[in-house]
């Protein structure tokens, strides 16, 4: 399918819940977006996810590069699940990245395995 609108990516704070969500959109079509908590020591990229038909072109990349590049100086982390998004315009049963995709996916954005007490599959860039 080809896609004429330039991507948008937009930036929504929500500092009582001390989280912020990166979304990009082609016209009025939500194509990816990031989930990000502000914790006390690092930041947690909670959730990412790109529409089905807008996967393998960069989307997800410019979107945790984005991320990178606001949070200079904070460790960030990202637990691995791979998950079917249940978005309201998307298809369901549209899995994303397995979990060894995903693995190499963040190792190759600077990400390494950092497990702790409670999760195993758990990724960690230093600042």
Excluded: C
């Excluded at 991507?7 to 939500?30: A, C, F, K, N, S």
């Excluded at 049963?93 to 190499?104: D, F, T, V, W, Y």
């Amino acid at each position: 399918m080809q896609h004429t609108a330039q991507p948008m990516l937009t930036r929504e704070i929500y500092e009582q819940d001390m989280e912020t969500w990166y979304l990009m959109h082609e016209g009025e079509l939500l194509t990816g977006y990031v989930k990000v908590l502000d914790g006390d020591d690092e930041i947690d990229v909670s959730e990412i996810g790109v529409h089905p038909e807008h996967r393998r072109q960069g989307l997800a990349s410019t979107l945790l590069k984005t991320v990178l590049a606001d949070y200079p100086d904070a460790p960030i982390v990202a637990s691995l699940q791979p998950f079917v998004a249940q978005m309201e315009h998307w298809p369901f049963a549209s899995p994303g990245l397995s979990l060894e995709e995903l693995k190499a996916w963040f190792t190759r954005l600077g990400f390494q395995h950092a497990p702790n007490d409670i999760e195993y599959d758990r990724m960690r860039r230093l600042p």
